[in-house]
């Protein structure tokens, strides 16, 4: 087959690394072909250098959509791949993957999926990776009258559609700042992000099969490999109690942002429960167990997502009986404008904003300083646009005179609480930091 179509240095590269090695192709092609974009650069790909990456030709190649990307090469996409997509995310662990933003890049008023954190606890299942939905369903049983299998057709058919605009930020984030330490992620500030979720109402679903008065809470399962491959073990598996599930916001979500639920956030269908740590929202969705009980899966017991049932002196071991399930998130903001060590001219006023949020409760007020927190100016503060969106805020600030300065932001929620200056409730997983965000900004 004469390749005589695209004379370009990566597709040459490609065409060599495919000759080399085809097993390996996806490997070796792409760790090379910068991120010039997998899937931008598959798109512009032009025919013989699809056919040298297929090991093909491509007999309709007439009919095929130009910028079609084969599926045969789409199924080649690794986890390394896809985080190399992501655009200044911060890597904590790549087995398995989880991965931060920083706070300037989450200036956006919707998070963009590239910019959202990525916490799995196991491997992104295979269909994920070839964004193959083919066959979905989501089984609804346990506690309920009516046991259901429903495909994405049948939700989107059947169910309101609903849009919504919900946070979601994981229990760990902040981890790395307790003394002593937690084990897991060391998550700073940037496992948290805002994106527009469009899905099914959880409570349509549970509603349509009929909850029995035994319901007491639901249990979430995905089909993610555990990281063993051992196909009888499941990485994570939590619920929320039946009054939590059946709020308004929930949703059984097949889309982000508009576009199908990217591989790594739960493609093709997740949940999306707001306001509650995010290991709630289970990805690659599959099965909702109605309980009558607290679902006692993998993660719901022991330390894992549980605070002391009471106050402890950092460092305390806390026997497991006295461990309870954490539930709303605490208040939170960030500041996503300046980034931190920017300059700012003395006596000029610059814009400092950011978004915060406060779990299953609103942000009520929003304050900054600049002389670590002596006094306090009240910001700016949006309504959010819909229950559990974060809200956004912004603020004047001018520095008086050369020198080192410090902004920190500090939420207050609806019942009164603020955000403290330094890590609050020492837990022995570091879960629910919501001490504030402080950022450098030198006057020059
Ligand atoms: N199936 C499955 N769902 C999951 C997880 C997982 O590992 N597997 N991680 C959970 C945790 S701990 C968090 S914080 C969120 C993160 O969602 P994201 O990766 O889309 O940011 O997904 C949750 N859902
Ligand atoms: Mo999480």
Same mark, same amino acid.
């Given at each position: 087959?004469?390749?005589?179509?695209?004379?370009?240095?990566?597709?040459?590269?490609?065409?060599?690394?495919?000759?080399?090695?085809?097993?390996?192709?996806?490997?070796?092609?792409?760790?090379?072909?910068?991120?010039?974009?997998?899937?931008?650069?598959?798109?512009?790909?032009?025919?013989?250098?699809?056919?040298?990456?297929?090991?093909?030709?491509?007999?309709?190649?007439?009919?095929?959509?130009?910028?079609?990307?084969?599926?045969?090469?789409?199924?080649?996409?690794?986890?390394? #791949? +896809?985080?190399?997509?992501?655009? %200044?995310? !911060? $890597?904590?662990? =790549?087995?398995?993957?989880?991965? @931060?933003?920083?706070?300037?890049?989450?200036?956006?008023?919707?998070?963009?999926?590239?910019?959202?954190?990525?916490?799995?606890?196991?491997?992104?299942?295979?269909? #994920? +990776?070839?964004?193959?939905?083919? %066959?979905? !369903? $989501?089984?609804? =049983?346990?506690?309920?009258?009516? @046991?259901?299998?429903?495909?994405?057709?049948?939700?989107?058919?059947?169910?309101?559609?609903?849009?919504?605009?919900?946070?979601?930020?994981?229990?760990?984030?902040?981890?790395?700042?307790?003394?002593?330490?937690?084990?897991?992620?060391?998550?700073?500030?940037?496992?948290?992000?805002?994106?527009?979720?469009?899905?099914?109402?959880?409570?349509?679903?549970?509603?349509?099969?009929?909850?029995?008065?035994?319901?007491?809470?639901?249990?979430?399962?995905?089909?993610?490999?555990?990281?063993?491959?051992?196909?009888?073990?499941?990485?994570?598996?939590?619920?929320?109690?039946?009054?939590?599930?059946?709020?308004?916001?929930?949703?059984?979500?097949?889309?982000?942002?508009?576009?199908?639920?990217?591989?790594?956030?739960?493609?093709?269908?997740?949940?999306?429960?707001?306001?509650?740590?995010?290991?709630?929202?289970?990805?690659?969705?599959?099965?909702?167990?109605?309980?009558?009980?607290?679902?006692?899966?993998?993660?719901?017991?022991?330390?894992?997502?549980?605070?002391?049932?009471?106050?402890?002196?950092?460092?305390?071991?806390?026997?497991?009986?006295?461990?309870?399930?954490?539930?709303?998130?605490?208040?939170?903001?960030?500041?996503?404008?300046?980034?931190?060590?920017?300059?700012?001219?003395?006596?000029?006023?610059?814009?400092?904003?950011?978004?915060?949020?406060?779990?299953?409760?609103?942000?009520?007020?929003?304050?900054?300083?600049?002389?670590?927190?002596?006094?306090?100016?009240?910001?700016?503060?949006?309504?959010?646009?819909?229950?559990?969106?974060?809200?956004?805020?912004?603020?004047?600030?001018?520095?008086?005179?050369?020198?080192?300065?410090?902004?920190?932001?500090?939420?207050?929620?609806?019942?009164?609480?603020?955000?403290?200056?330094?890590?609050?409730?020492?837990?022995?997983?570091?879960?629910?930091?919501?001490?504030?965000?402080?950022?450098?900004?030198?006057?020059?």
């Amino acid at each position: 087959m004469p390749l005589d179509e695209d004379k370009g240095a990566q597709a040459r590269l490609i065409e060599q690394a495919y000759a080399a090695d085809p097993m390996d192709a996806d490997r070796t092609i792409f760790g090379r072909v910068s991120h010039a974009d997998r899937r931008g650069f598959l798109k512009g790909a032009g025919l013989a250098t699809m056919s040298a990456m297929l090991g093909a030709t491509i007999p309709f190649h007439r009919t095929m959509p130009s910028g079609l990307v084969p599926v045969a090469l789409a199924q080649g996409t690794t986890e390394a #791949a +896809l985080f190399e997509a992501k655009d %200044g995310l !911060t $890597l904590l662990n =790549d087995r398995p993957i989880n991965a @931060e933003t920083p706070p300037h890049l989450l200036d956006d008023a919707i998070t963009p999926a590239d910019r959202f954190f990525i916490r799995n606890n196991g491997l992104v299942p295979d269909h #994920a +990776l070839a964004m193959d939905a083919g %066959g979905w !369903t $989501l089984t609804v =049983d346990g506690e309920v009258d009516t @046991e259901l299998t429903l495909t994405i057709d049948d939700l989107r058919a059947n169910f309101e559609v609903v849009t919504y605009q919900l946070q979601l930020e994981c229990g760990g984030n902040g981890r790395s700042f307790f003394q002593p330490g937690a084990s897991g992620n060391q998550w700073t500030f940037g496992a948290v992000g805002n994106s527009e979720w469009t899905g099914v109402r959880l409570r349509d679903v549970l509603d349509a099969a009929g909850l029995r008065d035994t319901a007491v809470y639901t249990g979430h399962y995905g089909n993610d490999p555990h990281l063993s491959m051992d196909p009888a073990r499941i990485p994570i598996s939590r619920g929320v109690p039946i009054d939590k599930a059946m709020e308004e916001h929930n949703l059984i979500a097949f889309e982000m942002n508009g576009a199908p639920i990217p591989a790594l956030h739960g493609f093709p269908l997740r949940l999306v429960v707001p306001g509650w740590p995010g290991s709630c929202s289970q990805k690659w969705l599959t099965r909702i167990w109605v309980r009558d009980q607290e679902h006692d899966g993998p993660k719901m017991g022991g330390y894992s997502y549980r605070m002391p049932a009471y106050p402890v002196p950092p460092g305390t071991e806390v026997p497991e009986s006295d461990m309870v399930v954490m539930e709303s998130m605490p208040v939170k903001s960030l500041i996503t404008n300046p980034v931190t060590g920017a300059t700012a001219t003395p006596g000029t006023a610059f814009q400092v904003r950011g978004h915060a949020w406060a779990g299953d409760d609103a942000v009520a007020a929003m304050h900054v300083s600049i002389d670590f927190g002596a006094t306090w100016h009240a910001a700016e503060l949006d309504a959010p646009v819909n229950r559990y969106a974060w809200q956004h805020w912004r603020a004047d600030l001018t520095l008086p005179q050369a020198g080192y300065y410090e902004v920190w932001a500090r939420a207050t929620d609806d019942r009164g609480r603020m955000q403290p200056p330094v890590t609050p409730g020492w837990n022995p997983r570091g879960y629910g930091n919501n001490m504030m965000h402080r950022i450098a900004v030198f006057a020059v």
